[in-house]
């Protein structure tokens, strides 16, 4: 279902938590990778994609999941963490003008591989690999969010302080279940 819909759906407490939750979910998995094997950057990679994978294709909702923003976020501040908070800020910013929390995900997911290689946070050895993994999970984060793009090129999309029900996007939140339904 992703952050973004308990948000809209359960409110702002249940967001919250489940926003946070989905960091972790990416973050953990990176760090401890990282802790046991300090000198091996490629099995940290190899945790954050499992991560990645796991919650954007979930075997307990058919394959199915979020958009990989909140996970990738988390398996970025493990990894680059200089390159994700300026990701974040970039997000943030978008958010604030637009209130289109799909375009600030869009926006930061596209520049971080950008701000990964003026960053150079794991050395020359390992960062332009960091910058081709980050620019493979943020095309395929641009990739989950087609529909998003649609709607934001229709002016459809849906905007941050309006419930679903009173957007002209109000599918946008829909689950699966209700999209079948």
Known sequence: ?????VFRVLG???????LMIDI???MAPVLIVRHIFPENPPAAFAAAAAALTGHT???????KGGKGV???LGVFLALASKA???SLMLFLTALVISRMVSLGSILGAAALPFFIYYFEELGPIYSPYLTGFSAFVAAFIIF???ANIQRILRGEESKLGRSATSSPAGS???TDSEKAA
């Not at 279902?1 to 819909?5: E, F, K, P, R, S």
């Not at 294709?57 to 394959?63: P, R």
Request: charged content about 20%.
């Open 144 to 146: 989950k969010h087609k």
């Open 84 to 86: 994700s908070l300026c």
């Open 70 to 72: 909140a996970t990738g």
């Open 57 to 63: 294709l979930s075997f307990w909702v058919n394959f």
């Open 24 to 26: 972790v979910k990416g």
């Open 12 to 18: 702002k407490k249940p967001g919250m938590f489940t």
């Open 1 to 5: 279902m992703g952050a973004t819909n």
């Open 172 to 174: 946008a939140v829909k």
